[in-house]
């Protein structure tokens, strides 16, 4: 009953937030709104006995990549205006497709896990179960080709951008990154050993 009674509290939170995410006018506002979603997600992964894709969730996205979002959020001036303009045209497009998702995820998970009728439990884990050892034995066994296929594909995009911001001008000078790693000590540094030289008394009393 109290598992249930948290997992309500997380649920309801969450619609709470991704409304409130894309309904608020301040993008600020959006942004914390987003970081509350992803706290309720965590909350709910950890009811699934799923703490690490739930400390994942926490590190990542509220850690990293909303600080950076609400940071660029309030350095850049946007007109929030101009982006409301044509907003309520866009709602039923939006329904629709909001639609179509919610029945593509009823179809893959399927009527036993995402029905409305009553759920089957699980089977409760052992005492020496450890979620993250799972994880990495259905990734690295059922699942390695479609990892290391995203694996590549992410440093095609990590490659890509940085060769789609690595211009040369005049202005600025831009790294050889071949030469970099042919570097040497050698090259770069050079140690010259000179003579100590003493200097007279009359100089050191009349300077």
Do not use: C
Request: aromatic content about 10%.
């Amino acid at each position: 009953m109290f598992e249930q009674l948290v997992f309500y509290a997380f649920a309801a939170g969450l619609l709470f937030a991704a409304t409130m995410v894309i309904t608020v006018r301040n993008p600020v506002h959006a942004v914390l709104f987003l970081v509350v979603a992803f706290f309720a997600s965590a909350g709910l992964w950890m009811l699934l006995e799923a703490e690490f894709l739930a400390i994942a969730l926490v590190l990542v996205y509220v850690g990293a990549v909303m600080v950076l979002f609400l940071f660029v959020v309030m350095m850049l001036d946007i007109n929030v205006a101009a982006l409301r303009e044509g907003f309520s045209t866009y709602v039923p497009a939006a329904g629709i497709v909001a639609f179509l998702m919610l029945a593509a995820i009823g179809l893959v998970v399927g009527h036993q896990h995402f029905g409305l009728g009553a759920v089957p439990q699980p089977p409760a884990a052992a005492a020496d179960y450890q979620n993250t050892a799972q994880i990495g034995r259905v990734l690295y066994t059922q699942y390695v080709l479609p990892f290391e296929v995203a694996a590549v594909l992410l440093l095609v995009a990590i490659i890509s951008a940085i060769a789609l911001t690595l211009r040369t001008t005049r202005q600025t000078k831009a790294p050889r990154p071949e030469r970099q790693v042919q570097a040497s000590r050698a090259d770069r540094v050079r140690l010259v050993k000179m003579v100590a030289v003493k200097p007279e008394p009359d100089r050191i009393e009349n300077p």
